[in-house]
């Protein structure tokens, strides 16, 4: 698949104040900071979290916990796909039952990666609340699922992939849309 | 990328990137087993049929509880209500099977090559529970996960296997798969039950006809159940068996403190080892049976997930989850 590049979302430093914002509004939104979890869907959604914990704990000294969600297991495509996508574990450690959970993603789309990410939950107990943070949301969704923070919104087309870049994974720090080409 | 694997016949054949994969794939298996629900919908839909040939309980189990745990559906062939036992040849059974469609096959069949002969025949993933006196392969992963997971690695690693090496199709994986990652071997049991062609399965292997001499620095110990089943008549009675081989808590100071014991298991409490190096500290045997579930659900699920392996799905890329 060729992709072109279109033209760039977010700019390091406007990556780096959108999380500031959204790291404020989920302590404001949520009354504070008790029962609140962070949790990361693999794989960028991970950074991201613990981004957005750190800055919490800049500004008001409380370490909010973490933690990391493989969703492989829980996708709705395995069947067509012709070799199965490597697994990787979660990394937990607290208990998720009554907890004030925070799902974090890079890009909402579809919808059909935070419906796997739910279930993945649910296995692992009862959260009061799980709500969505995303960087992007980009549109066309196929499932009933709605984000209670977003960075920003972008109109996209169908051949059209967002693509964010972070530090940690790709050595580079941006949001860029991209455009598939025969 | 790995070439994909279509079956698991056994271990001689696999590569160590294969071989490291599938532990590795086995991980979030592992942690898996420490969620409140253990229960996924990843193959859902899909059936897995259980056709064992030879008597087996934990294996057995193991199998039909990670495909459950996996959402899968069951199909159980047993041998004592087995149609092989009226006279069926085991094309025919198989054939039968593959007619209720299954998603994939788990068999245990007393005769060395029965998977690779079911395999070559019908188009459905094949899993071998064991083959006669061949191999038992997800029995040597489960024990390299084991391993694997209280020493760094297995290069240089000293491993003594003890027993009835010669009956022993979990002898032979486990020297196929540790062998590939450079560990040293040696065999240890009375001469009958170890032939020195034993000796050519892989490299760095010796054959030492003493207990004492043959645990001196091991850091892994397999202890063999003796294979009564597949031997005419005992070359040994017990009591000389107990008395040259069993793994007794003193014979076991030969080995590194930190030494390891393994067995397959079921064990004969009092025979091949001592109840208390069975229930000791060094012992490995519970940690075994839930890694057990951890690599046969990771096996289950790459080798019967996905599309049908003669589908035209198969031509699509592998794509990732649409956010």
């Known amino acids: 698949m060729r992709v072109v590049e279109k033209r760039q979302l977010l700019s390091a430093e406007e990556i780096g104040r959108t999380l500031q914002r959204l790291a404020h509004e989920i302590v404001e939104k949520s009354g504070g900071t008790k029962d609140l979890a962070l949790i990361g869907v693999r794989r960028r959604g991970v950074p991201l979290s613990q981004r957005l914990a750190r800055i919490v704990k800049t500004s008001s000294g409380v370490n909010i916990p973490v933690g990391t969600l493989d969703i492989t297991l829980y996708r709705d ?12 574990s979660n990394e937990i450690d607290f208990p998720v039952d009554d907890r004030d959970i925070v799902l974090v993603d890079d890009v909402l789309y579809t919808g059909r990666t935070v419906r796997a990410a739910m279930n993945g939950l649910f296995d692992l107990g009862r959260p009061r609340r799980i709500r969505l943070c995303v960087l992007i949301d980009r549109g066309h969704r196929e499932l009933p699922v709605e984000a209670s923070f977003i960075g920003s919104t972008v109109q996209t087309s169908d051949t059209e992939i967002v ?20 | 990328m790995l070439h994909r694997l279509e079956h698991l016949l056994g271990l001689e054949t696999l590569t160590r990137e294969q071989v490291t994969f599938i532990l590795d794939q086995s991980k979030p ?13 990843t193959l859902r839909g899909k059936t897995v049929a259980l056709a064992f040939f030879e008597p087996s309980t934990r294996t057995r189990i193991s199998f039909a509880t990670a495909s459950a745990r996996l959402g899968a559906d069951i199909m159980n062939l047993q041998a004592e209500s087995s149609s092989l036992k009226k006279g ?23 005769s060395s090559g029965a998977p690779h002969f079911v395999a070559e025949r019908l188009g459905i993933p094949v899993i071998n ?24 690695s297995f290069d240089g690693l000293h491993i003594t296997i003890l027993g009835d090496i010669i009956h022993s199709r979990v002898a032979r994986s486990n020297i196929h798969l540790l062998s590939k990652f450079g560990a040293r071997i040696t065999l240890c049991g009375p001469a009958m039950w170890m032939p020195r062609e034993l000796e050519s399965l892989a490299p760095n292997i010796r054959r030492v006809p003493k207990i004492e001499e043959a645990l001196e620095g091991a850091d892994v110990v397999f202890v063999l159940r003796v294979q009564t089943e597949r031997i005419n008549e005992p070359a040994l009675s017990a009591e000389e068996f107990i008395l040259g081989y069993q793994l007794t808590a003193e014979r076991l100071r030969r080995a590194k403190p ?18 208390l190096v069975a229930d000791g500290p060094q012992s490995c045997v519970l940690d075994q049976v839930t890694n057990g ?29 649409a956010n």
């Open chain 1, 77 to 88: 495509d395995l069947s067509t796909v012709a070799q199965q996508p490597v697994v990787q």
């Open chain 1, 163 to 182: 693509e964010v870049r972070l530090q940690e994974i790709d050595n580079e720090e941006r949001v860029m849309l991209v455009d598939r080409v025969s």
């Open chain 2, 29 to 41: 298996f592992q942690e898996f087993h420490r969620h409140p629900l253990k229960k996924l919908a």
């Open chain 2, 88 to 110: 069926e040849s085991l094309i025919d059974t198989v054939r039968t099977l593959e007619a209720m469609r299954p998603d994939g096959i788990v068999i245990r069949h007393s």
């Open chain 2, 129 to 152: 529970a064991g083959d006669g006196t061949h191999e038992h392969p997800t029995q040597a992963l489960l024990d390299a996960l084991t391993i694997r997971d209280r020493k760094e």
């Open chain 2, 258 to 275: 930190d030494a390891l014991v393994l067995h397959p298991g079921p064990m004969i409490r009092g025979l091949e080892i001592d109840p």
């Open chain 2, 293 to 321: 579930l951890a690599v046969r659900m990771a096996l289950l699920y790459h080798l019967v997930g996905g599309a049908p392996v003669d589908s035209s799905e198969n031509s699509k890329e592998q794509s990732s989850a």
